[in-house]
T-cell receptor, first 111, second 109 residues
Framework: QQPVQSPQAVILREGEDAVINCSSS?????VHWYRQKHGEAPVFLMI?????EQKGHEKISASFNEKKQQSSLYLTASQLSYSGTYFC????????????FGKGTLLTVNP | NAGVTQTPKFQVLKTGQSMTLQCAQD?????MYWYRQDPGMGLRLIYY???????DKGEVPNGYNVSRLNKREFSLRLESAAPSQTSVYFC????????FGPGTRLTVL
């Protein structure tokens, strides 16, 4: 089952903050976050692992609530370059090398 | 370092034709994946390969076959293309995070 992302779309002005949520019905080992610009491939942003290990970019932060099987991506002081579709991908405990992606959240940052 | 490369970039097929999508990586990763992306559906896993010599089905394997030729190469074959297979196909490789190729845009008429 695909994880559920919310919101489906969000529009910001430059400098505003946004939170994108990802919720799974399965017990998770990992949550990945990717950004995709129109016509391009998804690009890695952040990985969060069971047990607290994280790896990602400096300007992006995320949380992983293992008990609730939820993750949130925090985008602060948004820039025009943040525009794109954000996907979470979840790795289940029994098959953590295989990701199931959500349907995406379209983020638009306007001047 | 090219990362992950895919060929071709674009392809138009007629219903019933066959073709192979090629993927190669120079990142020395064991895991490789094939996804399809349709509007509003996100990325859906077709097949994956955890290591050279092994392959397994993902969420939407029907109508596709794969070959993990060696550690670098993972190909996806459509034996008899159908209009429902019109999509953008991404290959990816992973150690922990996944690295995606540029994609193949396939149209089946």
């Amino acid at each position: 089952q695909q994880p559920v992302q919310s919101p489906q779309a969000v529009i910001l002005r430059e400098g505003e903050d946004a939170v994108i949520n990802c919720s799974s019905s399965k017990a998770l080992y990992s949550v990945h976050w990717y950004r995709q610009k129109h016509g391009e491939a998804p690009v890695f942003l952040m990985i969060l692992l069971k047990g607290g290990e994280q790896k990602g970019h400096e300007k992006i932060s995320a949380s992983f609530n293992e008990k609730k099987q939820q993750s949130s991506l925090y985008l602060t002081a948004s820039q025009l370059s943040y525009s794109g579709t954000y996907f979470c991908g979840t790795g289940a405990l029994d098959s953590n090398y295989k990701l199931t992606f959500g349907k995406g959240t379209l983020l638009t940052v306007n001047p | 370092n090219a990362g992950v490369t895919q060929t071709p970039k674009f392809q138009v097929l007629k219903t019933g034709q066959s073709m192979t999508l090629q993927c190669a990586q120079d990142m020395n990763h064991n895991s490789m994946y094939w996804y399809r992306q349709d509007p509003g559906m996100g990325l859906r896993l077709i097949y994956y390969s955890a290591s050279e010599g092994t392959t397994d089905k993902g969420e939407v394997p029907n109508g596709y076959n794969v070959s993990r030729l060696n550690k670098r190469e993972f190909s996806l074959r459509l034996e008899s293309a159908a209009p429902s297979q019109t999509s953008v196909y991404f290959c990816a490789t992973a150690f922990k995070e996944q690295f995606f190729g540029p994609g193949t845009r396939l149209t089946v008429l």
